[in-house]
């Protein structure tokens, strides 16, 4: 079978050579059907060569619901009525307690992640996230302490990497041109983005990536895969959408497989050293598809569940990524 010309040009990736946005369009409009897998090989190649470590992580919502902002996927906004359980900052000790049996299931990487909009100075609250980290370091010095708190000042950004904190988590989310009008417009991208250069600042690495599923189109999912490249950011998750009832998108149709193998892929190309990790829809969405999905140039995975919503349990993942290595 002849290779199709805009896959066999994306193979100078391979070589070292780097995807335009044009050719990345391309690929996304032109390639599907069986060309598609010959695009997800080629993904899959690049991730060998470039990012062949496979990596897991899992995440604890420490502070779950009553938002004041809007971002039109999440469960956990105030305004939306989805039901969720809400409840204020964990205690440290029940935070670490999650971490230990994390820990003892193999995962060296934790997520402690609060809904709400951030932090401006250090009050109450703050203090008893950076009481967290200390507890966490104390107890489990070498599990890596990563943190999703929102949009942060500067003042809080050096308190964490005073506390142990060796990664922060900030998603784009979408393109940054359509970040109002598919994300919300409660708060900007351009808030976010000072927040990721503060933490390159204080040394603290950036876990940064976005969701498919909102109703973009593929200019604005390539847009995005641009932007996180133009920025100091060495991990990225990625997550499909599962539209949660009483959303403003509980309405949307679900991402195939076919689509967001072919997102994952272009990703790749675009972005061949990241660490490129499925988070929010692998089960619940992709279902059988995921073996698929992982070998379309990811090399990470969340594992254990997510903020509002159940995932596959750790040692079913261990076994998965396992597997995964021999391709
Ligand atoms: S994504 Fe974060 S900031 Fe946006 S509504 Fe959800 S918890 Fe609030």
């Known amino acids: ?33 069986e060309d598609l897998l010959d695009l997800l090989s080629l993904a899959n190649k690049v991730r060998k060569r470039f990012a062949p470590a496979f990596h897991k992580c899992s995440i604890i919502n420490a502070r779950s619901g009553r938002c004041s902002e809007r971002c039109r996927f999440c469960a956990q906004s105030a305004t939306f009525p989805t039901h969720i359980e809400t409840y204020p900052l964990l205690e440290p000790e029940a935070v670490l307690k999650c971490a230990e049996e994390i820990y003892a299931q193999g995962v060296r990487s934790f ?67 359509r970040y109002a009008e598919l994300i919300t417009e409660t708060h900007t991208m351009a808030e976010k983005i000072e927040t990721i250069r503060l933490m390159g600042k204080y040394g603290i690495g950036n876990c940064t ?5 909102l109703g973009e189109s593929w200019e604005d999912r390539i847009d995005m895969a641009f932007a996180v490249r133009g920025l100091p950011v060495d991990r990225c998750p990625l997550n ?63 594992t254990g569940g997510y903020l509002t919503t159940r995932g596959r349990e750790i040692a079913a993942d261990r076994a998965f990524l396992a597997a995964l290595e021999q391709f």
């Open 209 to 213: 990536g976005g969701i498919i599923g």
């Open 111 to 177: 997520g402690y992640v609060t809904s709400g909009r951030g932090w401006r100075k250090c009050d109450a609250d703050f203090e008893k996230v950076l009481r967290t980290m200390d507890l966490l370091h104390e107890r489990l010095p070498d599990m890596e302490l990563c943190v999703s708190l929102g949009i942060l000042s500067e003042e809080c950004v050096k308190l964490l990497a005073a506390h142990h904190v060796k990664r922060y988590n900030m998603n784009l989310q979408t393109a940054p041109g």
């Open 1 to 33: 079978m002849i290779l199709n010309p805009l896959i066999a040009n994306a193979y100078k990736v391979l070589a070292g050579g780097e995807l335009s946005k044009g050719e990345a369009l391309a690929l996304a409009r032109e390639i599907e059907g």
């Open 240 to 302: 499909v959408l599962l539209p949660i009832p009483g959303t403003p998108l509980e309405g949307r149709p679900l991402t195939t497989p076919a689509e967001a193998a072919k997102f994952f892929a272009i990703f790749r190309l675009i972005n061949p050293k990241l660490m490129l990790k499925f988070c929010a829809g692998r089960e619940t969405v992709m279902k059988d598809f995921q073996g698929l999905l992982m070998l379309s140039g990811l090399n990470a995975l969340m």
